[in-house]
């Protein structure tokens, strides 16, 4: 059997994803830098979407839930649900109430575990992931946020300790997985 080499390609997809961006305007380093940016923030944002839209991939690495995530998913899909008299159109009127979807999500997201555990027993209530979910039209901008940034910073906060340190899913990369 032939072995083969599977950085052997990196230099041309590197070449091709330069190219593909590439702006005349700037140097070549500038360029290179553009391709390789991204922040921690960005990627943090990103590990958290990914999560939400394939949770079957999420490991079991953060530890154990302090809430029922069955009882909070469902109760997190009739907030959001048409059918629900309290649901979607009570979001605004809530907000300063500190009831219905954002309390909901406050106490649901609250710790890593509690929203991991959450994000991985949703599916199984709404019936699509919950990227899908709060992709639908009704979780424009802020709403959206609401569950997404308490969920990065908790992420972050975890890879700040020095046991996760290494772990694979701190290791900010860039855009391009290079």
Known sequence: MEKFNLNEGNEALKRVLLMMKYDNKKTLVENTDL?????????FTNLVKSFMAHPEQIPNIFGNPTIKPEVNAKAFFSAISNDNKRGIGSITRDMDANQGL??????????LPNSVAMIKTYPSVG????????EGEWF???????????????????????????????????????
């Open 35 to 43: 391709l390789l940016e991204q922040t921690e923030d960005e990627y």
């Open 102 to 111: 954002p309390d909901i999500i406050s106490k649901t997201f609250n710790t």
């Open 127 to 134: 019936g699509e992931s919950l990227w899908d979910a709060l």
């Open 140 to 178: 424009a901008g802020n709403l959206k946020n609401s569950v997404i940034n308490p969920i990065k910073t908790q992420l972050q906060t975890w890879c700040k300790d020095v046991k996760n340190k290494k772990n694979n899913l701190c290791i900010v990369k860039t855009r391009y997985g290079l």
